[in-house]
């Protein structure tokens, strides 16, 4: 290596140094020097040998890491897709996180031929010539994986690496593998494993752990009004014998531009049907409406507003609207009532007596005080009303335990507390003569109030499963989610329907 001079710009650390003013008017000589004066110092700067021995390699996007402060901006993005190409470099770094820039880059030397061998020990041989599909060839000092949460390895034929130094080639500079890597498997937790071998020593390193989700939609999104079936709609009005004897015309043209129930939201059918049915929310409801149209009744109340007039794609604008809103108003509200006691003769409880459990024998039925202690229902024979009655009667003044906190419900009496209409002399087992006893269902009605997102769309998979807002506004959350996806898709970047 040459020699050449090198001028290094940087300051003194002002405390070792005396402030001359400071001596002359008697101050305290502890405090920093004013105005120090430039100095000149001179280095000697050698070459020397770098090698792999206590290095590591540190995989990130770009290679940037940090130096002894590590920098996680760049780490791997944690939502990449199917097929997508994953851009790394691997950099070789101290235990400091200094780089190794003299090292030269990290390239394979030469192909070798693993041949399937019994024993032990998989053969490496050499070979000039290679038929893709038939044989496996590996690096004989340079090995990239994709590696699963459990330690194994995504295999060859599920995932593809190359190297992408690109214009980069003719840098000088080195240490660093810059590579892409891409899988067809859809799994989470994975990491980029990289392992580089010299002469002497080996080198290791794993990425960040990130998620590969199927190239279509992680999330099916569908609004209320987004369920509009416009094909059948047309084959309903199509009363006409010639165009019930065309259903090539009906389903494969005239269906396939309309869309169905089940097709993308930004089909024309489904489209249509939400603005129509959704106008009055999008337009004029502060909690719903799009983005434009918030904008719009902001400006009516003169308020400063910063406005940006960014122009986005159809699919790409729909989603901002929805995500707009509030995840409370997105989730909605659930219907809480529990009062759905009658059968109405039904056995079924999926529509009536959802909260009315089996009959429990005045004779034979312990109930129990405490912890163990629950409601059940009182039916009143002659009115045919239902009372929610507790069983955790610890202030009643009368009570015959047969064991420790258990009691039977043949010896009631009024003590109790429970409030049920009949005669005061009514006791024990005589109360069969005007109620009847369930046990009580703890579940509420469920159907969904104030509703922006179809719940009960079959279609939908947006939200079904959300715990916590963190789960949804996080960084990698519900709501990146979904934007990285489509503009993945719109950049071309993955292919997903």
Request: aromatic share 10%; charged share 20%; hydrophobic share 35%.
């Amino acid at each position: 290596m040459g020699e050449h001079n090198v001028i290094l710009f940087a300051a003194f650390e002002p405390r070792f140094f005396l402030d001359p003013e400071s001596v002359e008017i008697g101050t305290s000589n502890t405090l920093p020097t004013i105005n120090a004066g430039p100095a000149t110092i001179s280095y000697s700067i050698s070459a020397r040998t770098e090698t792999l021995q206590d290095k590591t390699l540190s995989i990130t996007t770009n290679g940037i890491t940090g130096f002894i402060t590590s920098l996680s901006s760049f780490n791997i993005p944690k939502i990449n897709f199917v097929n997508q190409d994953i851009y790394f470099i691997a950099k070789v770094v101290d235990l400091s996180g200094a780089p190794l820039k003299r090292y030269p880059k990290l390239t394979k030397e030469l192909e070798l031929l693993r041949t399937q061998t019994p024993g032990p020990i998989n053969e490496l041989v050499e070979v000039q010539n290679t038929i893709e599909d038939f044989i496996i060839v590996d690096d004989a000092n340079l090995e990239v994986k994709l590696i699963r949460s459990n330690g194994t390895a995504v295999l060859d034929g599920e995932s593809t690496y190359r190297t992408n130094y690109g214009d980069l080639s003719a840098s000088d500079g080195g240490g660093y593998l810059k590579g892409v890597i891409q899988t067809s498997v859809a799994d989470t937790d994975l990491r980029i494993q990289v392992t580089y071998s010299d002469a002497s020593n080996t080198v290791s390193g794993v990425s960040t752990l990130f998620d590969v989700y199927p190239a279509e939609p992680i999330y099916d999104i569908r609004k209320i009004g987004e369920d509009n079936n416009q094909a059948q709609n047309y084959k309903d009005l199509a009363t006409q014998p010639v165009l019930q004897r065309e259903p090539i015309f009906m389903d494969q043209l005239l269906g396939q531009i309309v869309g169905d129930s089940s097709s993308y939201p930004e089909t024309l059918g489904i489209k249509i049907h939400e603005k129509v049915s959704n106008y009055v929310a999008n337009i004029n409801d502060p909690d719903y409406a799009n983005v434009k149209s918030l904008n719009s009744l902001v400006s009516q109340l003169s308020m400063t507003m910063d406005e940006y007039n960014q122009q986005f794609p159809p699919s790409l604008e729909r989603l901002i609207d929805i995500l707009s809103v509030g995840v409370s108003r997105q989730l909605g509200s659930k219907n809480q009532f529990q009062g759905n006691y009658d059968s109405k003769g039904y056995i079924s409880k999926e529509f009536y007596g959802k909260n009315r459990g089996d009959l429990l024998p005045v004779e034979d039925t312990l109930l129990e005080t405490g912890t163990n202690s629950k409601n059940i229902l009182a039916y009143e024979k002659f009115s045919n009303q239902y009372k929610l009655v507790n069983t955790n009667i610890l202030s009643a003044t009368d009570v015959n335990y047969t064991s420790h906190n258990a009691y039977p419900l043949s010896a009631y009496n009024r003590s109790w507390g429970w409030g049920l209409v009949m005669p005061n002399n009514i006791t024990g087992i005589d109360i069969n003569k005007y109620y009847q006893f369930y046990d009580f269902i703890d579940t509420i009605e469920g159907s969904y109030l104030q509703k922006f997102i179809d719940f009960d769309n079959a279609n939908n998979t947006y939200l079904n499963s959300l715990t916590s807002y963190n789960q949804y506004i996080d960084k990698w959350g519900v709501a990146e989610k979904v934007i990285s996806h489509n503009l993945y898709t719109n950049l071309g970047l993955i292919s997903g329907s």
